[in-house]
């Protein structure tokens, strides 16, 4: 399960082409050149990917898949990445280990352990007082006409029904890519598994900022690390899904404005690279986080 604070706050690989490079040339200095303008993401001083190493980049989870396994990845620690477009730096960001107590800002990959297999990178994004530029338009555009660019999921948020400490919460779930996904299903996996792989509702006042959690009780998976097919819906391109779960929280909710949060969770780091592509379609992993602003009477 997620810090949901770190939630709120951010709201928020192949061998055969992947290119090792011991110039000690500072990557932020790469200019327009007609041997680097495929380079998409550096990492530190020797690891480059270029476009062909890509199978495809997510732009709802911002997560980077990979078409073979990258074992390089696992041994990540700290170090700096450059995504580029056209051989311009665009977005620099930090690989930030799960062990560092502190917050990373701006642009940053979760390492140590990742939060993914080694076929795939999320891009995740600390807010500060910069632009996220994880979707840069020319990094997009670039991917779209390669046809690497899958848009993902949306999800979107119906007002909560605020009873004392009871709440209902519906929300819709719309394919957005051009392919079927397949995703994971609360209705399926029982709420309670469901709430394993997410903190699911928390509301924010908006007078004092104070953070109220709903009372979740969850289940672990048998293995902790394993998942069935049968947790997963498809959901072809264009559709939409809608749920509902019920919360609740450990005091009554009193009248005020807040901002709801609710964390809609996909697999990560159970689902290996030979089991991303299934034949009904790809499992969407990652998580994204809706919000929407309330006002409880």
Not at 147 to 167: M, N, T
């Amino acid at each position: 399960m997620r810090n949901y604070l770190l939630i709120i706050f951010a709201a928020t690989l192949g061998f055969n082409s992947c290119s090792l490079s011991d110039s000690g040339e500072d990557p932020g200095d790469i200019k327009n050149d007609s041997l680097l303008t495929d380079i998409l993401l550096s990492i530190g001083d020797n690891i480059t990917f270029d476009y062909a190493d890509i199978q495809l980049y997510d732009s709802s989870t911002h997560i980077l898949y990979f078409r073979y396994k990258h074992p390089e990845l696992d041994k990540l620690r700290q170090s700096s990445f450059v995504f580029y477009s056209d051989g311009d730096s665009v977005y620099k960001g930090q690989l930030w280990p799960g062990y560092l107590s502190s917050f990373p800002s701006g642009p940053y990959i979760h390492v140590a352990p990742l939060n993914y297999q080694n076929y795939a990178l999320r891009i995740d994004y600390f807010k500060n007082n910069k632009p996220d530029l994880r979707n840069d338009p020319g990094i997009i555009q670039n991917l779209k006409k390669r046809e690497l660019l899958h848009s993902g999921l949306i999800v979107a948020l119906s007002p909560p029904e605020i009873s004392g400490p009871l709440c209902r919460l519906s929300f819709t779930v719309t394919n957005m890519d051009k392919a079927a996904l397949l995703i994971l299903d609360p209705d399926k996996t029982g709420h309670k598994l469901f709430h394993y792989f997410t903190n699911g509702l928390y509301l924010m006042n908006l007078t004092d900022s104070t953070i109220i959690n709903s009372v979740l009780e969850s289940q672990t998976p048998v293995p902790w690390d394993g998942w069935l097919m049968d947790w997963l819906t498809q959901l072809n391109p264009g559709e939409t899904k809608k749920y509902t779960v019920s919360y609740s929280f450990d005091k009554i909710i009193g009248k005020g404005n807040y901002e709801a949060f609710f964390e809609y969770p996909g697999l990560s780091y159970q689902v290996s690279i030979l089991d991303l592509f299934q034949a009904k379609g790809r499992i969407w992993l990652g998580d994204i986080t809706a919000s929407r602003k309330i006002t409880v009477n």
